[in-house]
């Protein structure tokens, strides 16, 4: 969610996803998380019950820090795999942060921070069969998950944006093409950026070389 908050702030169209199939936080013990499901559970409802439970204990382990910042960036926790690629995000998700830009339901960049969850994104990519005929960058960029970490891969993937933003803005220029096609994935100017992402990538990996990143076109 830091990678989110500072997209957001950068005013990028974003959404932010999980993979797993239940969202599970840290509970009184490591046998004990406390488990909700995506898509209906908001982050406001989790914070007043862990509050309730032991405001204690979830004070002085940052997960109430964690949800007060969640719950100011987006309503809900999102689960990828249900995700309907394509479908208008509109009234139920105008509040989040990131939204404007993002209505009509498709990106054209996927950051993951965990392997596991690149290797979800695209597996599901795969089986969902390419119904919108739509490339898609899916990256991974692999951060720790600590408070220390996140700040850092955060600061990173804003870099990123804004390198594969200029190359975009680039193409789109390039020729004369301006944005003809790049909403439907295709033309001169989309073309040109989906060759220029493994440099683009390349170049971003020379200035954060302690960040190991993967990379694959794939498609919606």
């Known amino acids: 969610m830091e990678a989110h908050l500072r997209l957001a702030l950068a005013s990028y169209p974003v ?10 936080l ?3 013990s490591i046998t004990q998380p406390n ?5 209906s559970t908001t982050y406001a409802s989790m914070y007043t019950e862990l509050s309730q439970k032991d405001p204690r204990l979830y004070r002085a382990n940052g997960l109430l820090t964690m949800l007060e910042r969640n ?13 309907p690629v ?11 942060r990131g939204s ?19 290797d979800a994104v695209v597996d599901n990519l795969l089986e969902r069969g390419s119904p919108l005929n739509r490339p898609v960058h899916v990256i991974n960029v692999d951060i720790r998950d600590n408070h220390e970490e996140g700040l850092i891969g955060g600061k990173a993937i804003l870099d990123l ?8 803005t680039e193409e789109r220029e390039k020729g004369g093409h301006g944005s003809d096609g790049w909403e439907e994935g295709t ?18 990996q020379e200035r954060w070389p302690n960040l190991a990143a993967l990379w694959t076109l794939a498609w919606f």
């Not at 993002?102 to 996927?110: H, I, M, N, R, S």
């Open 15 to 24: 959404i932010s996803f999980g993979t797993g199939s239940l969202v599970r």
């Open 26 to 28: 840290p509970g009184p």
């Open 35 to 39: 488990v909700y499901p995506f898509n």
């Open 71 to 83: 719950r100011d960036i987006k309503s809900m926790p999102e689960r990828w795999q249900d995700w």
């Open 86 to 96: 394509g479908l208008p995000r509109l009234e139920k998700y105008a509040s989040d």
């Open 100 to 118: 404007k830009g993002v209505e009509g339901g498709v990106v054209d960049v996927v950051i993951t921070c965990e392997e596991r969850c690149w």
């Open 161 to 168: 944006a804004d390198s594969l933003n200029a190359a975009a």
């Open 187 to 204: 033309g001169d100017a989309r073309a040109g950026f989906d060759q220029r992402v493994p440099e683009v990538l390349a170049e971003w």
